[in-house]
């Protein structure tokens, strides 16, 4: 599997932020930011459009 590059909001300190991942899904991606910020601080993740 070929990895994706997927845009995302977090939110940090209560300020919303836009990150960047590398993963395999829009699932993995979701689970690794999760396991960076928290769950309750994910807003969306969305596949990079270039």
């Given at each position: ?36 910020y ?13």
């Amino acid at each position: 599997m070929d990895m994706q590059t997927f845009d995302a909001r977090v939110k940090i300190d209560g300020v919303i932020r836009y990150v960047r991942i590398d993963a395999i899904s829009v699932i993995e991606a979701r689970k690794l930011l999760e396991a960076q910020y928290g769950a309750s601080n994910i807003i969306g993740v969305n596949p990079t459009q270039n």
